[in-house]
């Protein structure tokens, strides 16, 4: 795979053959390329100035000299995002998917690829989204990397590898792409693992190389420190950057709001959030009053964070789902249910009633928060009869609520309508009943939910977690079932629990 640096220039775009329109009488409104070869779109005129396209190709197959041509719909980059995100097979990874693409598609090109790794990463497949770049890598000098790939890649090797890996990356970067992204990313990773020595370091390196003329850097910093719950070092950095002339973006702005709240300084909080205000250079959207608000909420101001929840609703834009996914959160958390059913109202009139997974999982939350059981399942069977994708994390949403309050009947009875519809526990659903009949002292039943999860075939190994083996294992000792006992034990051998040392005690005692 061949590196460019960010400022390689990128290639032009294939040149169009205009033809007449009594010449392509074929073709197509769908832009189109050449089948086989260099790719080309030959463009007809139906009127003075409306460009159609087609996709023409010699034919392999008894050509005689033959030109082929039909009319193929564009890539979907969406459609392949989407049948990378549903695959649960530990055994098929993305580059499994991208060569079967290929192979009954067309060649995939990198903005195609960046693209869905951008998807990915927004949904928080990391490990999806860094099988793309390496199926990327794989291919020599096909794909065209520069520093912002590299910075993403370090970014996602962070995430799924570790840190080690990532600073194993980074030290075999080629010189010039050890630029402002692929530094600042390095530092994001020093950032999120807390690793306050090494993310001081790296600051002072970009500095050096005059790589902290804007806030990025900086945001990460105050996040670690405040993250390690350093609060005055916050106040430092935002010295800092007030003496280097380093202009405040609405992150910074954020974050220091975060930290004031997190101090309980609500004087000094709202100081900020005036000084953001007049900030011609700042626009303050509806993150800012999200946050606002939590914080308010944080420090018992329901009143205050109500009025910053209306200031959200003023500030949404477009088709924002993330933004109605809050409302219903933080109007649950002030217990305002009329407002979480007027939001739900809302979210659903602006998708024309698609609503997402993850709206459902936030409605169910907010309406398990309210403690209200009859609009829970409302919207539980609502949910289920709505979607073919069936998360299971909205299922465990509901089977919590009541496993929490005794019912494990009731959460018992929500699992089994989300198999009839087709859906797929996975080992937390079968946790968190278990849960509920530990609570009910029903051994047989734990047992059951726990071979449920230990026969999952999805991505990662489900151990069972120790507090709830020991509590089994008191269970079986109290009914004297040695035939529980051989049942727990073949749990924990499937599941590989006995190789750990932590297991065997809780097997010896």
């Known amino acids: 795979m061949r590196l460019h640096a960010a400022i390689s220039p990128t290639p032009s775009p294939p040149h169009l053959i205009c033809l007449s329109a009594r010449g392509s009488s074929s073709c197509s409104g769908i832009p189109l390329g050449l089948r086989l070869g260099a790719p080309h779109l030959i463009a007809g005129r139906r009127r003075s100035s409306e460009l159609v396209a087609i996709r023409c190709s010699i034919s392999q197959v008894h050509s005689y000299g033959t030109v082929d041509y ?64 390496d199926w990327m890598a794989s291919h020599g000098d096909r794909f065209i990397l520069n520093s ?54 790296t600051l002072e390196t970009m500095k050096g190389k005059g790589y902290t003329d804007d806030a990025l850097p900086f945001n990460v910093m105050m996040t670690l420190y405040m993250n390690i719950a350093e609060h005055r070092k916050v106040y430092a950095i935002i010295n800092e950057m007030k003496a280097k002339n380093v202009s405040f973006d609405l992150y910074s702005y954020n974050i220091l709001i975060t930290n004031c709240a997190t101090m309980g300084d609500v004087e000094e909080m709202e100081r900020v959030v ?81 609503i997402l997974n993850s709206g459902y999982q936030s409605m169910l939350s907010s309406l398990v928060k309210l403690g209200d059981i009859e609009g829970t399942e409302k919207i539980y069977e609502e949910w289920l009869s709505s979607t073919s994708r069936l998360d299971p994390r909205i299922c465990n949403v509901v089977m919590r609520s009541y496993v929490r309050k ?14 009839e519809k087709g859906g797929v526990p996975k080992p937390l659903s079968w946790e968190i009943l278990a849960e509920g009949y530990l609570k009910e002292k029903m051994v047989s039943e734990v047992l059951w939910c726990m071979e449920g999860a230990a026969a999952y075939k ?46 065997k005690l809780l097997v010896e005692t």
């Not at 039909?70 to 649960?88: A, C």
């Not at 998807?119 to 928080?124: A, S």
């Open 70 to 133: 039909e009319q193929r719909p564009p890539l979907k980059w969406s459609s392949l995002y989407r049948r990378i995100s549903i695959t649960e097979n530990p055994n098929v990874d993305s580059a499994t998917v991208l060569e079967q693409w290929e192979g009954a598609e067309r060649k995939l090109s990198k903005w195609d690829l960046c693209r869905v790794v951008k998807e990915l990463r927004r949904f928080g497949r990391f490990k999806r989204a860094l099988e793309v770049y």
């Open 148 to 201: 912002s790939d590299n910075a993403i890649q370090l970014d996602l090797i962070a995430k799924v590898r570790g840190i080690s890996h990532a600073e194993g990356y980074f030290s075999i970067l080629p010189c010039i792409f050890k630029d402002r992204r692929t530094y600042g990313a390095l530092l994001n990773a020093y950032g999120k693992a807390k690793m306050r020595d090494k993310a001081e370091a």
């Open 274 to 354: 005036q000084e953001m205000i007049v900030d011609a250079r700042v626009n303050a959207n509806w993150t800012t009053y999200t946050t606002l608000a939590t914080m308010y909420i944080r420090l018992g101001e329901f009143d205050k964070a109500e009025n910053c929840l209306k200031e959200v609703e003023l500030r949404m834009t477009g088709r924002d789902r993330a933004s109605f996914n809050y409302l219903l959160g933080l109007y649950s958390s002030i217990a305002k249910r009329d407002e979480v059913y007027r939001v739900w109202k809302r979210y659903k009139s602006a998708f024309g009633g698609g």
């Open 406 to 419: 005794g019912g494990v009947g009731n959460a018992k009875r929500i699992l089994d309508r989300f198999v």
């Open 458 to 503: 999805g991505l990662g190994k489900w151990k069972p977690k120790q507090a709830a083996v020991a509590e089994t294992f008191a269970l079986c000792r109290e009914e004297d079932s040695e035939e529980s006992v051989k049942l727990l034990m073949d749990v924990l051998r499937r599941t590989g629990c006995l190789e750990k040392e932590a297991y």
